[in-house]
């Protein structure tokens, strides 16, 4: 029999990405005449990956892995400097909250400001505006500035406008993973109903026991490389590695 075969999400092809750190205040003299000290770092180096339709992918690796900028690239907040990146389908990030919401404005705006942000039209956010306020939980608070809320309400307000954009693929990072135990149970059970749907769900996180319940591929960032890419199998692997670093405490 035939395997079938698998629909693809996202295709990153050798991607890398450079930033130049400054160690000084930038001059218009020291830039003309290369003056300032300037450091070239590569955060990501050469990476490739084939993501899939329906899978959900855990993201883990130290601080400084590469782990964010490759979903910044993926969720377009960011571009490579090199390399190659496709995605099917509408992809929707809860990685920089921050991008598509503006302090000063409700929570009720914000709801259409950042609706429009990651591709939903404003009669669909007004066809949604009362299930994503109910499945936020911020009651009354909808008609507040979002500069009174705190970072637990701003991520359910985020988390609440994704759900409801009809993403083909889903980026979230742990803080999805913290906070109000009832949200964060809602949060699951409907991260588990998208999954059902096929739509893809990539998780980064420090979390492993939350990486290990909830993802079925992990993919493990190491210097802006990839280390490895597997089953569960690969935490275990990443846990002797930080062991052996005496970074253990990133797995609590």
């Known amino acids: 029999m035939k395997k079938k075969k698998k629909s693809k999400a996202i295709v990153i092809n050798k991607i890398s990405k450079e930033y130049v750190l400054h160690h000084q205040k930038p001059t218009f003299f020291g830039t003309i005449f290369g003056l300032e000290k300037r450091q070239r770092f590569f955060a990501l180096k050469d990476v490739s990956l084939k993501i899939y339709k329906g899978e959900k992918i855990g993201i883990i690796g130290s601080n400084g892995s590469g782990k964010t900028t490759l979903l910044k690239i993926a969720a377009g907040i960011t571009t490579q400097t090199s ?3 496709k995605a099917y389908g ?3 990030s809860l990685i920089e909250l921050g991008a598509g919401f503006h302090p000063e404005l409700t929570g009720r705006e914000n709801i259409f400001l ?7 039209d404003k009669d669909e956010i007004k066809k949604k505006y009362d299930s994503i306020v109910e499945f936020s939980g911020l009651g009354d608070f909808i008609h507040s500035p979002l500069y009174t809320y705190s970072s637990g309400m701003s991520l359910r307000l985020g988390f ?3 759900v409801h954009s009809n993403p083909d693929v889903l980026i979230l990072d742990e803080e999805i993973a913290v906070g109000d135990e009832k949200f964060r149970k809602k949060s699951m059970k409907k ?4 999954s059902r749907k096929g739509i893809t769900i990539i998780l980064v996180s420090h979390w492993l026991d939350y990486i290990r319940k909830n993802c079925n591929r992990i993919v493990w960032l190491e210097k802006g490389n990839i280390k490895a890419d597997g089953g569960e199998e690969i935490i275990d692997e990443y846990v002797d590695f930080l062991k052996k670093a005496g970074k253990y405490y990133y797995v609590i």
């Open 83 to 85: 390399g190659k990146i």
């Open 160 to 162: 609440s406008i994704a």
């Open 90 to 92: 509408k992809v929707v």
């Open 191 to 194: 991260i588990n109903e998208f």
């Open 114 to 120: 950042n609706g429009l942000v990651i591709g939903m």
